[in-house]
């Protein structure tokens, strides 16, 4: 007779202990997640989305455009998403974990990253009350947009992004995501 065994649930504290050898650890309720260091597709899909993003959210006062090392926390976890835009903690702040919620996180799949980002990511933002979680999939060339309560979106042509607290939407087509 098999019996279960017992998966190990991670702590913050034991995460923050790990090494620094250019790998991302990121926790979800307890389950650890290793990534290695992007790609260069990777990292181009987020250099133009940065280029789209950052000058939106400075014109209508949204924050920031924040990249990896810069943490979500929330629920005993903590994410780095690979762009999220928010009002930033104070410089003094002595941690991440006041930090405003985002109003919009961006992950950009890869073969390691999909699932993850899909069921334990996914459903660590809706309940962090994360507005609005664009997947990015560079092998579909579509982006999923996520909303609470509302059927998810796909997209391969124009993704608009409409933040709270503006009257104002950015338009952003698709294809130059990944040309």
């Known amino acids: 007779m098999r019996m279960a065994t017992a998966t190990k649930r991670w702590t913050l504290a034991e995460v923050h202990s790990l090494p620094d050898d250019g790998n991302k650890y990121e926790l979800v309720r307890g389950e650890l997640f290793v990534t290695p260091p992007p790609n260069i597709g990777h990292e181009l899909i987020s250099a133009r989305l940065t280029r789209l993003l950052d000058p939106f959210a ?12 810069a943490v979500l926390r929330f629920d005993q976890s ?19 974990d ?20 899909r069921l334990q990511k996914r459903s660590l933002y ?17 982006v999923t947009v996520v909303r609470a309560g509302q059927p998810d ?5 124009a993704l608009v992004w409409s933040p709270a607290g503006t009257d104002a939407s950015l338009a952003i087509d698709v294809a ?3 040309d």
Do not use: C, K
């Open 58 to 69: 400075e014109a209508h006062g949204l924050g920031y455009v924040f990249h990896p090392r």
């Open 78 to 96: 903590e994410v780095e998403p690979d762009l999220m835009v928010r009002h930033g903690p104070t410089p003094t702040a002595p941690s991440w």
């Open 98 to 117: 006041n930090a405003p919620t985002p109003s919009l996180v961006v992950e950009i799949h890869s073969g390691s990253t999909r699932r993850r980002d």
């Open 126 to 142: 809706m309940d962090a009350g994360v507005p609005e979680y664009w997947m990015v999939d560079p092998e579909r060339r579509v």
């Open 153 to 157: 979106a796909v997209t391969g042509s």
């Open 176 to 178: 130059t995501l990944f």
